[in-house]
Nanobody, 130 residues
Framework: QVQLVESGGGLVQPGGSLRLSCTSS????????IGWFRQAPGKEREGVPCLTVSDGNTYYADSVKGRFTVSRDNDGNTVYLQMNMLRPEDTAVYYCATVTGRFSRPPRATWAYDYEYDYWGQGTQVTVSS
């Protein structure tokens, strides 16, 4: 069973960059689909990029296209979310999540919805402020 752990959050100025990491303290993450979500105060949790494995495709929310990039390291056990050109509205707690079973993936039409995911990390705070 995967046990997700996020890290890399912090305080950054507008226009700056951060790289978040998602690892597993349980089963390795290779071949698991990993979704990134964020939740700002008073708002619903929303999907950010999602890295899928079975077909190799990556999906991005319109709000982060061109600014955020998701990748996986060579051993497959760490998934990164590189965030560039950060804006104050990117301030949120960021979570990584996955679905049950290697090679499984959330449906294409609903990958950005949190109810499709079964395992979650504890979250890491990202604050964009001058």
């Amino acid at each position: 069973q995967v046990q997700l752990v996020e890290s890399g959050g912090g305080l950054v100025q507008p226009g700056g960059s951060l790289r978040l990491s998602c690892t597993s303290s349980g089963a390795p993450l290779d071949y698991y689909a990993i979704g990134w979500f964020r939740q700002a105060p008073g708002k619903e949790r929303e999907g950010v990029p999602c890295l899928t494995v079975s077909d190799g495709n990556t999906y991005y929310a319109d709000s982060v296209k061109g600014r955020f990039t998701v990748s996986r390291d060579n051993d497959g056990n760490t998934v990164y979310l590189q965030m560039n050109m950060l804006r104050p509205e990117d301030t949120a707690v960021y979570y990584c999540a996955t679905v049950t079973g290697r090679f499984s993936r959330p449906p294409r039409a609903t990958w950005a919805y949190d109810y499709e995911y079964d395992y979650w990390g504890q979250g890491t705070q990202v604050t964009v402020s001058s």
